[in-house]
């Protein structure tokens, strides 16, 4: 290992030491969830840090961290399955709506063929 691969990592152990507890905590709060739920987002930030020296050595990389732990949480949750506990019932129409539109659509039942076509075409958009 060259002498600067050896400070790059002295220094990326070190900013690890200090920041990595705050980035967790940084995290769950801007996503809202329990810091539990990021530390692996987190854990895959700081790889990618690890090979990113340009990012170490540029002008903000704990903001940077912070980023890309997001990114990798939201990335996560995109694969992950949703429990159905957790899928919101959908909300019903108001019973007066739906005998609305039953009663609409027994209205164009009742229409005879050509006439139901020509409605057809009307709700279209076609002349």
């Known amino acids: 290992m060259s002498a600067s691969a050896a400070s790059a990592d ?6 690890y030491r200090g920041y990595a507890p705050q980035l967790v905590g940084i ?8 810091r539990s739920e990021v530390e692996d987002p987190c ?4 790889a990618i840090l690890a090979r990113r020296p340009d990012v170490f050595d540029g002008p903000a990389p704990r903001a940077w961290l912070a980023t890309v732990a997001i990114h990798e949480w939201l990335r996560l949750r995109r694969g992950a399955p949703i429990a159905l506990e957790q899928v919101p019932e959908p909300a019903a129409p108001p019973l007066e709506d739906l005998l609305e539109a039953r009663a609409a659509l027994r209205s164009v039942a009742e229409l005879r063929p050509v006439r139901r076509r020509v409605f057809q075409r009307h709700l279209a958009g076609l002349t």
């Open 10 to 15: 002295a220094r990326l152990a070190a900013l």
């Open 27 to 34: 995290v769950a709060s801007r996503v809202g969830r329990p």
């Open 43 to 46: 854990q895959e930030a700081w």
